[in-house]
Each structure stands twice: as C-alpha cells, then as structure tokens.
Nanobody, 128 residues
C-alpha cells in the first residue's frame, strides 16, 4: 500500500518558519517528480513547489518564491518543504504529492492532475 505521510505542520507566528516532511512508503519515488500543494478553506488546491527526481530542477508558485525551498532525500524516500518568512496567507492544509509513470522527468510539474499519489495533508496556521 502506497502512503505519503506529511509531518511538521502547526501554528507559527507571521515571519516564522516551519519545515514540512513527506515520507513515502510502499513504493520508491526516486525516479519521480514530487511536489507540495496547499488548500485554504473554501479554495481549490493550489501548487506550491515541485522537484524533479534527482533534485536537478525545481518549480515554485509565485507567492512562495524566495521564501520556500523544496528538497528531497532519495535515500530516505522523503521530500521536504522549508518555509521561511511565513505570511498569514500561507495558512492552509499542505499536501505532498508524487507522480508515477513519468520516469526521470526533467519537468517539475505544477499540475494537480499529473500527480497520482497524495498524502492526507498537514495543517499550517500562520497567526498575527
């Protein structure tokens, strides 16, 4: 059974930092692009960041560029999202996602539909 398990969410003051982790099990995603998405209450799920299979390419949504950093450790089958200078508008449930079938792609997709596996999400609340 494939599982993506996020951790590291919580409540943080504006300007603070959090580091999210996503541990994969049941399948190895070392040749797949992985990404982070978020969904705020009443809104659709939106792209945050993605990283190709070997970390060679990354892609970020404009609202998080320069503040968030995605990385991965293939030895641990884990992807991370370092979030700095957090803003109130970053409040959302953050989801980890993995592609499947796009072997060693050099494109870090931002499309929800191109990700096959999803975690259950970890909530992030930024307070003033």
């Amino acid at each position: 059974q494939v599982q993506l398990v996020e951790s590291g969410g919580g409540v943080v003051e504006a300007g603070g930092s959090l580091r999210l982790s996503c541990a994969a099990s049941g399948r190895t995603f070392t040749t797949q692009t992985m990404g982070w998405f978020r969904q705020a209450p009443g809104e659709e799920r939106k792209f945050v960041a993605a990283i190709t299979w070997n970390g060679g390419n990354t892609n970020y949504a404009d609202p998080v560029k320069g503040r968030f950093t995605i990385s991965r450790d293939n030895a641990l089958n884990t992807v991370y999202l370092q979030m700095n200078s957090l803003k109130l508008e970053d409040t959302a449930v953050y989801y980890c996602a993995a592609q499947w079938g796009y072997e060693r792609s050099w494109f870090a997709s931002a499309e929800v539909s191109e990700y096959m596996y999803w975690g259950q999400g970890t909530p992030v609340t930024v307070s003033s």
